[in-house]
């Protein structure tokens, strides 16, 4: 079923060709067909991660994509089809998706089409113009808490605390009653972190010595487990603060990757979607005030300078605003 006013053609990102963000160049394009398991979306915001710029690269290129191809792996909208098997969102919904298959094109796009299994309904509290720049984040984060497997109580630290999904991540673990310790970067990653509920907030960019201090005086017994949103020398001295058999964990994709070391274990992790994540992480959201920090947006005829973006430094998510 649909909304009898999708139109024919679209306008779009996309890429002829691999390489840097300068192939990323505004199209006019067919809007995706969907099948009977499939929802066509009207995107109002989408997501600029990493993962973007290595599909843009070559690296995650979706199976089954052509060229030219629509990047784009997360993305809110408004449903105005629905294929006939679908039942857990229906036409005239605001969903969010993380859709990582994507071989109709991603959400740099006025339209997208996705199996309706990685949709899910916007939860209260988180406004449709910043939810495209949540799911893949989000999902990932929870997968990360999942893998640690705290209980309620236990201390956390996370290291990248400010960046996108270090800063849900934080938010997910405060709901699930943990202490948590963010190591951020800066005075403003610092100031984020606090307002979204930090227990200790730590500038990474600081003296490492002082702050493995700060952490050691809060968690003398050491702590629970470390979700590492980035590798290098400073999440190696963290890992120095984890109590005997705590768990690191990272996302697939963290460079360099974390060490190692007796007494600890160190985890890797992608992150997991599908209709039981989404129903938690909705449950999770709506259990207190939610924030999706988007440190900068760009209209979709700019997106090749989103990717420039992307190699630069700030707290939060950018975000392509479509409609």
């Not at 690296?59 to 060229?67: C, I, R």
């Not at 298959?101 to 299994?117: H, L, S």
């Not at 990717?307 to 950018?318: A, D, E, I, M, V």
């Amino acid at each position: 079923m649909a909304d009898g006013d999708v139109p024919d053609r679209m306008q779009a990102a996309a890429l002829d060709e691999f390489g840097g963000p300068e192939v990323i160049t505004p199209r006019i394009l067919p809007v995706p067909q969907i099948a009977d398991d499939e929802i066509l979306i009207k995107v109002w915001s989408a997501g600029v991660g990493v993962w973007d710029a290595l599909e843009r690269e070559g690296m995650l290129v979706p199976e089954g994509a052509s060229f030219p191809i629509v990047p784009g792996t997360d993305g809110a909208g408004t449903v105005v089809a629905a294929g006939g098997q679908v039942t857990n969102v229906a036409v005239g919904d605001l969903v969010y998706v993380y859709d990582s298959t994507r071989p109709k094109g991603g959400f740099y796009a006025e339209y997208a089409a996705t199996k309706a299994q990685y949709a899910a309904k916007l939860p209260a509290g988180v406004p449709v113009e910043h939810a495209g720049a949540m799911p893949t984040d989000a999902l990932t984060a929870l997968t990360g808490l999942d893998v640690l497997g705290l209980p309620a109580g236990a201390w956390l630290l996370i290291f990248g605390a400010s960046g996108g999904q270090g800063h849900l991540a934080v938010q997910l673990a405060k709901r699930q009653d943990l202490k948590v310790i963010a190591v951020a970067s800066g005075a403003d990653g610092v100031a984020l972190v606090t307002r979204l509920g930090a227990d200790v907030a730590l500038d990474g960019h600081g003296d490492i010595a002082q702050v493995l201090a700060q952490i050691r005086e809060v968690a003398p017994d050491g702590v629970d487990g470390l979700l590492a949103m980035a590798g290098g020398e400073t999440v190696d001295r963290l890992s120095e603060t984890l109590r005997d058999g705590g768990v690191l964990a990272y996302a697939n994709g963290v460079q360099p990757v974390p060490s190692e070391r007796p007494g600890m274990t160190v985890q890797a992790y992608d992150g997991q979607t599908g209709p039981e994540q989404l129903q938690r992480l909705n449950q999770l959201i709506e259990a207190g005030p939610f924030q999706v920090h988007v440190a900068e947006k760009f209209p979709l005829g700019r997106a090749a300078e989103a990717h420039r973006r992307l190699q630069t430094s700030y707290p939060g998510k950018l975000l392509l605003t479509v409609r």
